[in-house]
């Protein structure tokens, strides 16, 4: 697990749009698995400004939703099938056909997360999943204790969960659903390259356990220690609690351009 610290939520955005864009350089159709909430808006937004700067050209790229709350409306604002369109989709000129997602609205949630897990095996894999990380340690929507082999299936979210989402519903947590879809942490790890990016001190003591405390389904975040290739990408902030930091920052600092994130 690659380690990187960064002074700020911008500047994390730039050093994974940067890894994104060479990404896309060298496989213009790849599979981008992409996360929602506020932690991943700068890399959407240097992503976009790199696109549109002519640096990199995302017209052949294809999305990938990481998860979906259950019974929201099709088209409802807050659902992520709406929040990916809106922030990734769109902004990035790219059409619907390029983007795949899990059906929160179906009559059979069971055979639409099925049916999600076999989509992605189908188009050859994520590429690339950008993660966020949650107040206790989750990624997507796998909440503590889950099962560290987990596929795309249906979860209730902790409480937790619900109270730090209810921004997105005007504060109200009773229009936060209590069911969602998600990419289970064994179709996450699937990904050729994880990339989990976490800004301020709320994050900060779950992304210590995550890096450097052990792999346990306590803590869903730390089965990124089991990837060959995932990188964590955190201000200075959520990097407050880390014992290795001066470690990571050191590496990174030494770390020969061709390497890459």
């Given amino acids: 697990m690659e380690v990187v610290i960064v002074e700020d939520a911008a500047a994390g955005g730039e050093v994974v749009a940067q890894s994104i864009a060479a990404l896309l350089r060298a496989a213009p159709s790849?599979?981008?698995g992409v996360a929602t909430g506020s932690t991943p808006g700068p890399v959407y937004r240097a992503l976009t400004a790199k696109?549109?700067?002519?640096?990199?050209d995302v017209s052949?790229?294809?999305i990938a939703q990481l998860d979906e709350y259950v019974g929201l409306p099709?088209?409802?604002p807050e659902s992520y099938r709406s929040v990916v369109l809106r922030e990734v989709v769109e902004p990035l000129g790219l059409g619907r056909d390029s983007f795949m997602g899990p059906d929160g609205s179906a009559a059979d949630v069971r055979a639409a997360c099925l049916a999600y897990d076999r989509a992605l095996a189908a188009a050859g894999g994520v590429d690339l999943q950008l993660l966020g990380i949650g107040t206790d340690g989750h990624i997507g929507f796998n909440e503590p204790c889950s099962s560290l082999a987990s596929r795309t299936r249906i979860?209730?979210?902790t409480e937790q969960t619900r109270v730090d989402n209810a921004r997105f519903f005007g504060g109200d947590i009773e229009q936060v659903p209590r069911h969602v879809i998600t990419q289970g942490i064994g179709t996450i790890l699937e990904a050729r390259h994880l990339v989990l990016l976490a800004t301020g001190e709320n994050k900060a003591d779950a992304v210590a356990l995550a890096v450097e405390g052990p792999v346990a389904s306590v803590v869903p975040a730390s089965a990124l220690q089991l990837h060959p290739h995932a990188t964590v990408v955190v201000d200075e902030a959520a990097a407050s609690k880390l014992k290795l930091a001066d470690y990571f920052r050191?590496?990174?600092?030494?770390?020969p351009d061709w390497q890459g994130l």
């Fill in 155 to 157: 979860k209730t979210l």
């Fill in 60 to 62: 052949s790229a294809r």
């Fill in 30 to 32: 790849a599979l981008l």
């Fill in 74 to 76: 099709t088209g409802h």
């Fill in 51 to 56: 696109v549109e700067a002519g640096e990199v």
């Fill in 250 to 255: 050191a590496t990174y600092a030494a770390k």
